[in-house]
């Protein structure tokens, strides 16, 4: 494998998962397809089960309306427009984590529309502060393992799940290595390819996705980093499929250094690191949260300004998908907290999937001016 | 506070406008009491704040209030102009303009001080932040800003969704936050708790809600009596005050006004044509329109699911603890979409409806995402017709008076079609 083979695998996974899922079919492999990364995967996957990652991919909205209201978010109206029209009808299962209300409902309406298939909540708390809420989410972690186990016939083996959990981490390791060469190499490594290869790892099964980029990461070993002074920018938001504002940053000189996103590093931070029940469970509480999630009143302040100064982030730009409440709620005090460390910050909203105007073009540029 | 009520004869009206004013009067000058303010979520546990002394404070009451004063677009823009989008809950947008903008419906200007300002208009400042998340998830991230705006602590009762109706695991995790939030609010108001006054408090609660759901179900009568429009009036003090004495006192009256009249079949609509649930949160500046609007066709709100919401609760005096868990993880809008089609089918069923109409809300997604589906099946199951119209609570900026009335007009002709051929 050269480094082409990786990026047209990664390049195809990420913008359409459904040969991958259907090969894994034709292989009699279960798969199931999960709109949340408070699923805990490495549980499904320890029961023989491919978690795919749904992202909503429709370009037009016409099945969802009957649904959706036009003041949903895009990422639930597409996926519900490609559910409607049989896009994903090989999955076997659909599972669902609490997050957001606008989820919370998409679980219901899913649900009531399919009421064949097999569908199954993880009821997360909301809050991830002590231990209160910790031995509420073991004990609902033990509930939907269950509801698991009942549709595959069998108990979950701890080996499994220590061999699961291995692969998991080994992921989040080389994604994590990925990110740290991308700053190295950002020629070699375009910053689209931190996005798609997210998204890839969320689509396939870990062995296969970290044979990849292990192949990949490992032709960096000898080579001389590449003599960069790009600026840096960081992206913020909840779930992305867009890689135009990637290659826009890369066009104009700049770099997408890092993101708290949660088809980026919010996936892949935080390793188990014990393989059980309650190991898996801690992860999801102490992962960097999602907005719709709360620590303390300042947690994600905090872990946004250190990996601010970790990377020496230029600049933020808020990445939002219109209508996401959790975010939109944030957005000011993290804007006024981070541009009190002199760090510019851009807000950008978009609805997924659909292609982007000028408008990005133009505001990508004025920012990496701005920054440079 | 406005009456739609067209009947004068109901005197309770007058004691609710006082129990109102009394209520924010007191919280207003709560400083010279020198009484603890807590900042509470409308589905929020109130109970253990009274019973402790410490006085609630509802800003979704005061979003109403605003809305229905036609405060909405100065306040939000205020909001806006932070950088907070419009396209989030516009009961926060104009919470948050009111405390930067210190302006608010409530405005008290003490005749002895000359009628002046003197102490901003607005909710008296919070000593602590009390979110339960029953509602939705929007008050987690709405209190998170207020609790960095005003630095004061922030207790959270998260009480997760009934995906798959109650579980043992979700009573157990509601449980064990009630025992850590009384020693928070212990810790952050220096006062004591004591179970005794807590129940004590808790069966007011029950009485006052017991009482409420009498209230609600005289408009089973035909005619009835009153109007939603009337109920979301009437609904304030069983949000802001209930567990206190003065509540129950108030709704006992006004249930024997309101059985008075039904007895005599008296009804705030000339003749009663149509009889039609309402679902989702009123829509607060445009009430006196609609409810002319309606009342022209004969049309009457007999119930709805909003108000609805507050009208069950249980808090045993076994359990307390466990028992208000249950009541407050099994809130109206935390149960699931099926729950709520069973639930609007059962008031159709109970209140003889000829059809529902269905306020798709901008600001509140949990309560409006959902209502196509639950439109289709609540349709299906009952045979009545139903008209959705998209609007909000709080913020009049999106709406259109003719595009609705014409929608409302064409529902009507539907509905006389129906009773013509039926």
Request: charged fraction near 25%; hydrophobic fraction near 35%; include cysteine.
């Given at each position: 494998?050269?480094?082409?083979?990786?990026?047209?695998?990664?390049?195809?996974?990420?913008?359409?998962?459904?040969?991958?899922?259907?090969?894994?079919?034709?292989?009699?492999?279960?798969?199931?397809?999960?709109?949340?990364?408070?699923?805990?995967?490495?549980?499904?996957?320890?029961?023989?089960?491919?978690?795919?990652?749904?992202?909503?991919?429709?370009?037009?909205?016409?099945?969802?309306?009957?649904?959706?209201?036009?003041?949903?978010?895009?990422?639930?109206?597409?996926?519900?427009?490609?559910?409607?029209?049989?896009?994903?009808?090989?999955?076997?299962?659909?599972?669902?984590?609490?997050?957001?209300?606008?989820?919370?409902?998409?679980?219901?309406?899913?649900?009531?529309?399919?009421?064949?298939?097999?569908?199954?909540?993880?009821?997360?708390?909301?809050?991830?502060?002590?231990?209160?809420?910790?031995?509420?989410?073991?004990?609902?972690?033990?509930?939907?393992?269950?509801?698991?186990?009942?549709?595959?016939?069998?108990?979950?083996?701890?080996?499994?799940?220590?061999?699961?959990?291995?692969?998991?981490?080994?992921?989040?390791?080389?994604?994590?290595?990925?990110?740290?060469?991308?700053?190295?190499?950002?020629?070699?490594?375009?910053?689209?390819?931190?996005?798609?290869?997210?998204?890839?790892?969320?689509?396939?099964?870990?062995?296969?996705?970290?044979?990849?980029?292990?192949?990949?990461?490992?032709?960096?070993?000898?080579?001389?980093?590449?003599?960069?002074?790009?600026?840096?920018?960081?992206?913020?938001?909840?779930?992305?499929?867009?890689?135009?504002?990637?290659?826009?940053?890369?066009?104009?000189?700049?770099?997408?250094?890092?993101?708290?996103?949660?088809?980026?590093?919010?996936?892949?931070?935080?390793?188990?690191?014990?393989?059980?029940?309650?190991?898996?469970?801690?992860?999801?509480?102490?992962?960097?949260?999602?907005?719709?999630?709360?620590?303390?009143?300042?947690?994600?302040?905090?872990?946004?300004?250190?990996?601010?100064?970790?990377?020496?982030?230029?600049?933020?730009?808020?990445?939002?998908?219109?209508?996401?409440?959790?975010?939109?709620?944030?957005?000011?005090?993290?804007?006024?907290?981070?541009?009190?460390?002199?760090?510019?910050?851009?807000?950008?909203?978009?609805?997924?999937?659909?292609?982007?105007?000028?408008?990005?073009?133009?505001?990508?540029?004025?920012?990496?001016?701005?920054?440079? | 506070?406005?009456?739609?009520?067209?009947?004068?004869?109901?005197?309770?009206?007058?004691?609710?406008?006082?129990?109102?004013?009394?209520?924010?009067?007191?919280?207003?000058?709560?400083?010279?009491?020198?009484?603890?303010?807590?900042?509470?979520?409308?589905?929020?546990?109130?109970?253990?704040?009274?019973?402790?002394?410490?006085?609630?404070?509802?800003?979704?009451?005061?979003?109403?209030?605003?809305?229905?004063?036609?405060?909405?677009?100065?306040?939000?823009?205020?909001?806006?102009?932070?950088?907070?989008?419009?396209?989030?809950?516009?009961?926060?947008?104009?919470?948050?303009?009111?405390?930067?903008?210190?302006?608010?419906?409530?405005?008290?200007?003490?005749?002895?001080?000359?009628?002046?300002?003197?102490?901003?208009?607005?909710?008296?400042?919070?000593?602590?932040?009390?979110?339960?998340?029953?509602?939705?998830?929007?008050?987690?991230?709405?209190?998170?800003?207020?609790?960095?705006?005003?630095?004061?602590?922030?207790?959270?009762?998260?009480?997760?969704?009934?995906?798959?109706?109650?579980?043992?695991?979700?009573?157990?995790?509601?449980?064990?936050?009630?025992?850590?939030?009384?020693?928070?609010?212990?810790?952050?108001?220096?006062?004591?708790?004591?179970?005794?006054?807590?129940?004590?408090?808790?069966?007011?609660?029950?009485?006052?809600?017991?009482?409420?759901?009498?209230?609600?179900?005289?408009?089973?009568?035909?005619?009835?009596?009153?109007?939603?429009?009337?109920?979301?009036?009437?609904?304030?003090?069983?949000?802001?005050?209930?567990?206190?004495?003065?509540?129950?006192?108030?709704?006992?009256?006004?249930?024997?006004?309101?059985?008075?009249?039904?007895?005599?079949?008296?009804?705030?609509?000339?003749?009663?044509?149509?009889?039609?649930?309402?679902?989702?949160?009123?829509?607060?500046?445009?009430?006196?329109?609609?409810?002319?609007?309606?009342?022209?066709?004969?049309?009457?709100?007999?119930?709805?699911?909003?108000?609805?919401?507050?009208?069950?609760?249980?808090?045993?005096?076994?359990?307390?603890?466990?028992?208000?868990?249950?009541?407050?993880?099994?809130?109206?809008?935390?149960?699931?979409?099926?729950?709520?089609?069973?639930?609007?089918?059962?008031?159709?069923?109970?209140?003889?409806?000829?059809?529902?109409?269905?306020?798709?809300?901008?600001?509140?997604k949990p309560y409006s995402f959902g209502q196509l589906d639950i439109k289709d099946e609540v349709s299906r199951r009952t045979g009545k017709p139903a008209l959705m119209i998209e609007a909000d609570m709080c913020d009049p900026r999106a709406y259109s008076d003719e595009q609705i009335a014409t929608r409302i007009q064409a529902f009507i002709e539907t509905l006389k079609e129906r009773k013509a051929t039926a």
């Amino acid at each position: 494998m050269d480094r082409a083979d990786f990026i047209k695998f990664v390049e195809s996974v990420s913008r359409n998962p459904v040969e991958q899922i259907n090969s894994y079919k034709r292989q009699e492999r279960p798969v199931f397809g999960y709109t949340c990364s408070y699923v805990p995967e490495e549980l499904i996957d320890a029961m023989g089960i491919i978690p795919v990652r749904m992202l909503g991919r429709a370009q037009t909205i016409q099945s969802a309306e009957r649904h959706f209201q036009s003041y949903c978010c895009s990422q639930v109206r597409s996926l519900m427009e490609e559910f409607v029209d049989g896009v994903y009808a090989s999955l076997d299962g659909l599972l669902f984590a609490h997050t957001c209300d606008t989820m919370q409902q998409f679980h219901d309406i899913y649900k009531k529309n399919f009421p064949k298939a097999f569908v199954k909540n993880i009821n997360f708390p909301s809050r991830l502060d002590g231990e209160i809420p910790y031995n509420y989410a073991l004990a609902e972690t033990k509930r939907f393992l269950k509801s698991v186990e009942e549709f595959t016939g069998r108990p979950l083996s701890s080996d499994s799940l220590k061999e699961s959990v291995t692969a998991y981490n080994k992921n989040r390791t080389l994604l994590e290595k990925l990110y740290g060469l991308h700053l190295k190499y950002p020629v070699d490594i375009p910053s689209r390819l931190l996005l798609q290869s997210v998204i890839m790892t969320q689509c396939v099964d870990k062995r296969e996705a970290n044979k990849w980029l292990e192949q990949f990461l490992s032709s960096f070993d000898e080579k001389t980093p590449e003599d960069s002074k790009r600026k840096r920018i960081m992206l913020v938001g909840s779930v992305n499929i867009n890689e135009e504002v990637y290659d826009l940053a890369d066009e104009f000189g700049a770099m997408i250094a890092d993101d708290d996103l949660c088809t980026g590093r919010r996936y892949f931070s935080t390793q188990v690191s014990e393989p059980t029940i309650e190991g898996v469970t801690r992860r999801y509480l102490s992962r960097p949260h999602c907005a719709a999630k709360h620590r303390d009143v300042h947690s994600r302040e905090r872990w946004l300004l250190e990996l601010i100064e970790k990377r020496s982030i230029d600049g933020v730009i808020f990445l939002y998908l219109k209508f996401c409440d959790p975010h939109c709620f944030d957005y000011p005090d993290l804007r006024k907290a981070i541009e009190e460390k002199k760090v510019p910050t851009q807000l950008i909203e978009m609805e997924q999937s659909v292609a982007q105007s000028g408008q990005l073009r133009t505001k990508l540029q004025a920012f990496v001016e701005m920054i440079s | 506070m406005e009456q739609f009520n067209q009947l004068s004869e109901i005197s309770s009206n007058e004691r609710l406008r006082k129990l109102m004013v009394g209520y924010y009067m007191k919280a207003k000058f709560s400083w010279l009491t020198r009484k603890k303010i807590a900042w509470i979520t409308s589905g929020g546990p109130v109970e253990p704040l009274i019973s402790m002394g410490i006085t609630p404070i509802y800003p979704e009451n005061h979003g109403a209030m605003i809305g229905a004063r036609k405060m909405g677009p100065e306040l939000s823009d205020a909001a806006e102009d932070l950088g907070y989008s419009r396209d989030l809950c516009s009961y926060f947008r104009c919470d948050v303009g009111s405390a930067v903008l210190k302006k608010s419906p409530i405005d008290i200007r003490p005749k002895f001080l000359g009628g002046r300002a003197v102490f901003g208009g607005g909710l008296p400042k919070p000593d602590l932040l009390v979110c339960c998340n029953n509602i939705c998830g929007t008050v987690l991230k709405w209190y998170e800003v207020q609790a960095r705006f005003f630095n004061v602590p922030l207790i959270i009762v998260d009480t997760p969704y009934n995906y798959d109706g109650e579980t043992t695991e979700i009573i157990e995790y509601v449980t064990a936050q009630f025992g850590e939030m009384i020693t928070q609010i212990e810790k952050a108001t220096g006062k004591r708790f004591s179970e005794k006054e807590f129940i004590r408090v808790g069966e007011l609660s029950d009485e006052a809600v017991n009482l409420w759901n009498e209230v609600l179900s005289i408009c089973e009568n035909v005619p009835a009596p009153m109007t939603c429009f009337d109920a979301f009036m009437y609904l304030a003090p069983i949000v802001t005050l209930r567990g206190t004495q003065e509540v129950v006192d108030y709704y006992k009256q006004l249930k024997v006004e309101l059985q008075s009249l039904a007895d005599r079949k008296i009804s705030p609509v000339p003749e009663e044509k149509f009889r039609l649930i309402w679902d989702n949160l009123p829509i607060w500046f445009k009430m006196r329109r609609l409810s002319k609007t309606l009342a022209n066709y004969g049309a009457v709100l007999v119930a709805d699911t909003y108000t609805n919401a507050w009208a069950d609760n249980d808090i045993s005096v076994e359990k307390p603890i466990e028992s208000m868990a249950r009541v407050y993880a099994t809130a109206y809008l935390n149960r699931n979409t099926e729950t709520k089609i069973k639930n609007m089918v059962n008031l159709m069923n109970r209140f003889k409806a000829d059809g529902f109409l269905i306020h798709s809300n901008r600001s509140c997604k949990p309560y409006s995402f959902g209502q196509l589906d639950i439109k289709d099946e609540v349709s299906r199951r009952t045979g009545k017709p139903a008209l959705m119209i998209e609007a909000d609570m709080c913020d009049p900026r999106a709406y259109s008076d003719e595009q609705i009335a014409t929608r409302i007009q064409a529902f009507i002709e539907t509905l006389k079609e129906r009773k013509a051929t039926a």
